[in-house]
């Protein structure tokens, strides 16, 4: 070995010697981490400086050279990469040539987490993946400085994952290297990290200097033999280890027989005496036995689930029909109730209906009472009294009536100011309510405060006069015949309440001035806010039907709303002054009924249309005249407790595909799949009847002629059960 080597040798030795030296002192340091990232940067730096001392070629030359600038690409340079925001610091050797997307590739690998997450930046601009070291003015041997982050710190952050043994040994370290006399080159040394553990083998020393050289086994990787695809299997891993191993009883361990001389005692000696044998029958019989037991009592426990499981479905069961029960009777006991608080206290039209009912009813009970039991003069003095009687009933009901109707036009001409007065509402887009008062809307506030107070009833004669002339100035402001006339009637009761007139006869000359008063303010032109709620009858001669009872042209509105396209028949008050007079009937059962079944209508379809059609007297007459007020199967005959259903389930209800049943009733028959195969056909054919005769009805309206299918109407005689005719005995009839 020349001299030369030998200094070589001596000043890399020496160098990683004092590598080691100041490894050993920055982990003694407690900031051990920045005191080797100072010193990386020293090392870059030194190699930098010995770069640019170095004669390199220009990057326009190389490129020029393909062979050169292929040379170039494959020369390395030291990167050093900080990760955001830990702050720890990886430096690597690589290949300038490569792209940014192979070094996002390795350190990924380095790092354990995926390369689609990582992210470079140089200089706080992010490097783009298809870029190399050498676009990015990294020098060959040289090195460069960039950022590393996460777009996913929650999920992949990034931490070394180099072991706790290698944290003190850096990953490049420079070497200064004698060239020639007097000249030393700066060289960058990558350390390359063992992925195993290698025996030392031994080597030899220098015996000059006393340096130590390693065998090349222990510093190049482990050869690893090539696969052959077969599996190969060792004597050692086939082969039984066997052990010897010997065995000294302890001293006090014999045998000892009795003999003359010597006596044992047998106190502590046992009696073993063999037991039964057992044989291979009689043990598998045994566990036969006992997995026999096991799985009774395993079914036994499995039938006492599925019984527990039972009692609480029929528990449920129980319970959801005596709910239903309750439910039932409960709606019974409320509409029984409602009924008899209407009849009590009636407050609408369908309760004086109901009023005129119970007076008819108790009328024919009487009547026919009287004439089984009376005959001649008595019969007709006690139809006499029986009528002085019903006439005295009709005007109690009647003052009901009125007083009824008395209030309810008080309550009427209040919600109408309100509505007048009511601030224009709209909802805003935060969810608050809005309200604005314009002009009109105060006018009208003002005009119903001055009606309320001319109504309201007061025994000071000054606040009276106070009021009149208040309303006298309002109507002032306008001159026409009605306001000349309230200024006339405002005088005349202030001239009478000058005279010390008493208060009660000046109530009729109240009320026409509060009547004029309200004629008032119902006049557009004087408050223009009461336009939107007044009804103007249509001028149109099509609106306008003839009533065959007063024999009056009204408008439509008048008249009961009906499927029929003719309103030539009679207006809202002769049909309910006839009804009084004459049949004094109740509708309002039929009218729940109607809703109820409108009401299932659009939870089963919300497309129907024929129960919206229908009107009340058409209830009543497929209740009355085709079912006969019972229900198909029990004959129940309680209004109050009947419901149209669909017959087929299938198709949407209407007059020829119904059933009238009772609530309990209803529920059961709507879960049936096909009428046919439970019903009889004695009883089917009787609903068939029905359902022709309300086809036959409704056929005759123009309306409900286009909901019918296309099925050809049958006559009823056709409908009849077949029987088989009997055949005559031809044996001759005996004379007689």
């Known amino acids: 070995m020349s001299e030369h080597g030998n200094n070589e040798e001596l000043e890399v030795e020496e160098e990683v010697e004092e590598d080691e030296e100041e490894n050993t002192e920055t982990s003694s340091q407690p900031g051990g981490d920045e005191v080797h990232a100072d010193r990386s940067t020293d090392v870059l730096q030194t190699v930098e400086e010995a770069e640019t001392q170095a004669d390199w070629p220009s990057d326009a030359e190389q490129l020029r050279d393909p062979q050169r600038k292929e040379n170039v690409g494959n020369s390395t340079a030291t990167v050093k990469v900080v990760l955001v925001p830990e702050g720890h610091m990886m430096t690597v050797a690589f290949a300038i040539g490569l792209s940014i997307k192979e070094l996002k590739c390795h350190l990924a690998s380095e790092l354990r987490v995926p390369a689609e ?52 040994m850096p990953d490049v370290i420079t070497v200064r290297v004698q060239t020639d006399e007097g000249e030393f080159q700066e060289v960058v040394v990558e350390i390359e990290r063992p992925r195993q553990w290698k025996p030392f083998l031994g080597g030899y020393s220098h015996r000059l200097t006393g340096v130590e050289y390693h065998h090349a086994s222990v510093q190049t990787l482990h050869i690893r033999r090539p696969d052959r695809g077969v599996v190969v299997f060792s004597r050692d891993t086939q082969t039984v280890q066997l052990k010897s191993q010997t065995q000294q009883c302890p001293v006090d361990v014999s045998s000892q027989t009795s003999t003359v001389g010597c006596y044992i005692s047998s106190m502590k000696d046992k009696l073993i005496s063999p037991g039964k044998y057992t044989t291979a029958d009689e043990y598998h019989e045994r566990r036969l036995r006992a997995v026999i037991c096991l799985q009774s009592f395993t079914r036994r426990w499995l039938a006492q689930q599925e019984v527990a499981r039972l009692r609480r479905e029929r528990s449920r069961r129980v319970a959801w029909l005596d709910m239903q029960d309750r439910m039932r009777a409960e709606d019974k006991e409320k509409q029984l109730r409602d009924r008899r608080q209407r009849w009590m206290n009636p407050q609408t039209r369908e309760d004086f209906n109901l009023k005129y009912q119970a007076l008819e009813k108790w009328r024919c009970e009487e009547e026919q009472r009287i004439n089984s039991s009376l005959q001649g003069a008595e019969r007709k ?39 007048c007065a009511a601030p224009r509402q709209w909802r805003a887009a935060d969810g608050r ?12 506030k003002e005009l119903r405060d001055l009606y309320n107070n001319i109504n309201q009833s007061t025994d000071s004669q000054d606040q009276r006069l106070s009021v009149l002339m208040k309303l006298k100035h309002t109507v002032n402001e306008h001159k026409c015949q009605l306001t000349r006339e309230i200024v006339d009637l405002i005088d005349r009761e202030v001239d009478l309440m000058f005279r010390n007139l008493n208060t009660k006869d000046l109530e009729g000359l109240k009320r026409r001035i509060s009547t004029l008063f309200l004629q008032y303010i119902k006049t557009p032109e004087f408050n223009p806010e009461v336009t939107k709620l007044l009804k103007y009858p249509s001028k149109s001669k099509n609106n306008m039907a003839l009533c065959l009872a007063c024999h009056r042209y009204l408008p439509s509105t008048d008249f009961r709303p009906s499927i029929r396209t003719d309103l030539s028949g009679r207006c809202r008050h002769c ?26 209508e659009l939870q089963i379809n919300k497309e129907t249309k024929i129960p919206f059609l229908l009107q009340v007297e058409d209830v009543q007459y497929l209740v009355e005249g085709v079912w006969a007020s019972r229900s198909a199967l029990s004959a129940s005959s309680d209004l109050y407790n009947l419901v149209f259903v669909r017959w087929e389930h299938q198709r949407d209800w209407s007059p020829w595909n119904c059933i009238l049943l009772s609530k309990e009733e209803a529920p059961v028959h709507m879960v049936v799949e096909d009428v046919h195969e439970v019903y009889g056909p004695t009883f089917i054919h009787s609903i068939n009847l029905k359902h022709m005769q309300a086809r036959r009805h409704f056929s005759q309206i123009s309306t409900m002629v286009k909901y019918m299918d296309s099925q050809p109407t049958v006559a009823l005689g056709n409908q009849l059960i077949s029987k088989p005719i009997p055949i005559p005995d031809n044996t001759p009839a005996s004379s007689h």
């Open 117 to 168: 997450v990582l992210q470079i930046s140089l200089e706080g601009r992010v490097v783009e993946e298809e870029q190399s070291l050498i676009e990015l003015g990294v020098r060959p041997h040289g090195s460069t400085r960039m950022e590393m982050s996460s777009t996913d710190p929650t999920t992949h952050p990034l931490r070394p994952l180099r072991p706790p043994e290698h944290d003190n």
């Open 381 to 419: 003095v006690a139809l006499c009294e029986l009528l002085d009687q019903e006439t005295q009933l009709i005007g109690a009901i009647e003052r009901h009536r009125i007083a009824f109707q008395k209030d309810n036009y008080h309550r009427s001409v209040r919600n109408f100011l309100d509505k």
């Open 433 to 444: 309510l809005m309200e604005k008062e314009s002009q009109l809307t105060i006018r009208a």
């Open 575 to 600: 049909t309910g002054l006839d009804n009084i007079a004459r049949c004094r009937e109740d509708l309002s059962c039929y009218k729940n009924i109607l809703r109820r079944l409108r009401a299932d």
